[in-house]
């Protein structure tokens, strides 16, 4: 078994009673519903922080480097791909 720790959070009572209706309708208890809820929104942020630092790290590449796609060879990559070619990712340049 994992080991859990206590926490508090305040919630209001109208968030309290919706959450409570929903653990009704899907016949759980309110603290599991809120520890999904709690899991999903950690993991969304999560992948959202991964996001945010690739694309901070593809930025600062970028700005030492020079090199990058126009958008016009990105939609045309893309549009190759879509139509079923097996197309290569474009060089990037300067």
């Not at 959070?9 to 809120?34: D, F, G, K, S």
């Not at 959202?48 to 690739?54: I, S, V």
Request: with cysteine; glycine share 2%.
């Amino acid at each position: 078994m994992k080991t859990q720790v206590s926490a508090s959070v305040r919630i209001t009572p109208a968030l309290h009673a919706r959450v409570i209706t929903l653990a009704e309708a899907r016949q759980r208890t309110p603290h599991a519903i809120m520890v999904q809820a709690i899991e999903s929104f950690v993991s969304r942020e999560e992948q959202r922080e991964a996001l945010r630092q690739e694309a901070k790290a593809a930025h600062e590449h970028y700005m030492q480097t020079g090199l990058h796609l126009t958008n016009a060879e990105v939609v045309d990559w893309i549009d190759k791909i879509i139509q079923g070619e097996k197309a290569p990712m474009p060089k990037c340049h300067i």
